[in-house]
């Protein structure tokens, strides 16, 4: 039975699911995690060359199990020094799935003789909301930066405290609050959010 009143995230990460829980939290759903769900370990192959196939993959993949909404995002660095990589492949660049630590070691390995001028890069976030009846809405986000010789700050996760904005400071060194302002993930639920507050007018009109 289609359920149109719960909205699973596709992720394990507690750190994604909190930004996107706060960006959600004002519509008349129950949002729950992929956990909270009961597919902790449920695992989707992201087999995708875009972040926007993943992201589709994995919201098929959860949504065969739950039958509800589900909203999965896709995302990573490309830097352009290194012609567009780690890309899909920023969760395990290192060969190791989710280990922020080995994979900020490796790109800056990867980057030890680029300059900072050739240091640009961008963050990327593509999510896809797919409804029970196959509906799909889909977003993009994308963050300008550069990739710094060391890492800094204490917020964040994957490679926030490499990745350094044009005022100087890295994703790693904003409160919650800025980051989401303007980081590619909150780009990406902004753009979300305005296309289901479009779904539910449809719905009370109808």
Request: hydrophobic fraction near 35%; glycine fraction near 10%; include cysteine.
């Amino acid at each position: 039975m289609e359920d149109t009143k719960t909205l699973v995230i596709a992720t394990g990460n507690p750190n994604k699911l909190k930004e996107i829980q706060s960006l959600l939290k004002d519509f008349p759903i129950t949002i729950k995690s992929k956990d909270e769900a009961g597919l902790k370990s449920v695992e989707i192959e992201e087999t995708g060359t875009t972040f926007e196939e993943n992201a589709l993959l994995k919201a098929k993949g959860i949504q065969q199990y739950t039958g509800t909404m589900v909203l999965a995002d896709d995302s990573g660095i490309a830097v352009d020094a290194l012609e567009g990589a780690p890309g899909v492949y920023s969760a395990r660049y290192a060969g190791e799935e989710g280990n922020d630590q080995k994979n900020n070691e490796k790109l800056l390995e990867a980057l030890k003789e680029v300059p900072m001028e050739e240091r640009g890069a961008v963050f990327v976030c593509a999510i896809v909301l797919l409804f029970p009846d196959g509906r799909v809405l889909k977003a993009r986000g994308v963050t300008r930066g550069r990739v710094g010789f060391e890492k800094k700050g204490q917020g964040g996760f994957g490679y926030d405290p490499l990745f350094k904005l044009p005022d100087g400071k890295t994703m790693a060194e904003l409160t919650a609050k800025e980051k989401n302002a303007i980081s590619h993930r909150g780009k990406a639920l902004r753009k979300i959010k305005e296309l289901l507050e479009e779904e539910f007018a449809k719905e009370i009109k109808e």
